[in-house]
């Protein structure tokens, strides 16, 4: 087993605010792999060829990410030299991230990344098939999740709070066809792992959500180095 935490989940599920507290909170490095997807997708529609599976394909050749971790456990994302944190948390962004990601090569090459990352261990690792494809090893699995509509709201204010413009129901519609594409394509379909724990955040503080995975964390890690 990898000494690895996965929390996969829907789009607005709050993954990645309770992966990065978590990961704070054991020590533990924190890999967005969503943003992964989101940085390529950014790539692919900054040089226009989102109508061009042949060209976006060949990107992947020279796709460069790195993550540049700050002391509070929050990270940059770095693509090809260039910081695009900010750049790639829009709802354009997002859809192409989705629509991308059920491309084989594209799952590949980040598959690849992933599990490199993941070599040294100590990592709390978000996204849609940590659990089930990426991380199969990993000692501890969640999946979390919440109402479309906590979701978008979610979502709603995070875009407002970086000065984003958006409407609500937008990114409700956006959230709902994210859902759709996620569990339903071919390869690697959002779902949880048989053996993740599964945790509804609709009416959870993210305090709440993390403590309950940080005494479960606790428990199977201490399982799991007696095994």
Not at 147 to 172: G, M, Q, W
Request: charged share 35%.
């Amino acid at each position: 087993m990898l000494e690895v935490v996965t929390i996969d989940g829907p789009s607005g599920s709050g993954k990645s605010t309770v992966s990065k507290a978590l990961a704070l909170k054991l020590n533990y490095n924190y890999l967005d792999t969503g943003a992964m997807y989101r940085a390529f997708a950014f790539e692919v529609l900054s040089k226009g060829f989102e109508n061009n599976r042949e060209k976006y394909i060949e990107l992947l050749k020279d796709f460069q990410i790195k993550f540049h971790y700050n002391d509070d456990g929050s990270q940059r994302v770095i693509c090809n030299g260039k910081d695009v944190s900010d750049l790639i948390r829009t709802p354009e962004v997002s859809m192409w991230a989705s629509t991308i990601s059920k491309e084989k090569e594209v799952r590949e090459k980040m598959g690849y990344l992933q599990r490199k990352m993941g070599e040294a261990g100590k990592l709390v690792a978000e996204g849609r098939d940590m659990g089930t494809i990426i991380f199969k090893d990993a000692f501890a699995k969640f999946f979390l999740f919440a109402t479309p509509e906590v979701r978008a709201l979610r979502r709603f204010k995070e875009l407002l709070e970086k000065n984003i413009s958006t409407d609500y129901e937008e990114v409700l519609e956006d959230i709902k066809r994210r859902d759709e594409q996620d569990s339903n394509r071919d390869i690697a379909p959002l779902k949880p792992a048989d053996d993740a724990v599964l945790i509804d955040s609709s009416k959870l503080t993210v305090e709440e959500v993390v403590n309950k995975m940080y005494v479960i964390v606790m428990e199977k890690r201490q399982l799991w180095k007696f095994m």
